[in-house]
């Protein structure tokens, strides 16, 4: 069993930055896989990021992120990291870490089986 708590949401004005942080217990981190997705009210969770079980890992962008969000981890610590740079509008939602026991992670929210409770981010315009 993995236990994962998000924090750093919050409110920013366009072309902010914010960085989200995943910490998680209960087994060896550097087992799992990670992911970051995103939903807003009346939407399907959306894949953001992922990046695999090793520290300096394999990373995956949904397109609509790409060169503005970046993702890591630091098993050391057994935590994940979303930074979020030249934030839009658009991004604004619930942003969720994920993790399964697996080497790479995967764009389909259904791959992962252990989820963080949400932290909310809000970019104003």
């Known amino acids: 069993q993995v236990q994962l708590v998000e924090s750093g949401g919050g409110l920013v004005q366009a072309g902010g930055s914010l960085r989200l942080s995943c910490a998680a217990s209960g087994r060896t981190f550097d087992s799992y896989a990670m992911g970051w997705f995103r939903q807003d009210p009346g939407k399907e969770r959306e894949f953001v990021a992922a990046i695999s079980w090793s520290g300096g890992g394999t990373t995956d962008y949904a397109d609509s992120v790409k060169g503005r969000f970046t993702i890591s981890r630091d098993n050391a610590k057994s935590t994940g990291y979303l930074q979020m740079y030249s934030l839009k509008p658009e991004d604004t939602a619930v942003y969720y870490c994920?993790?399964?026991?697996?080497?790479?992670?995967?764009?389909?929210?259904?791959?992962?089986?252990?989820w963080g409770q949400g932290t909310q981010v809000t970019v104003s315009s």
């Open positions: 994920a993790a399964v026991k697996a080497r790479y992670g995967d764009r389909s929210w259904n791959f992962y089986n252990y």
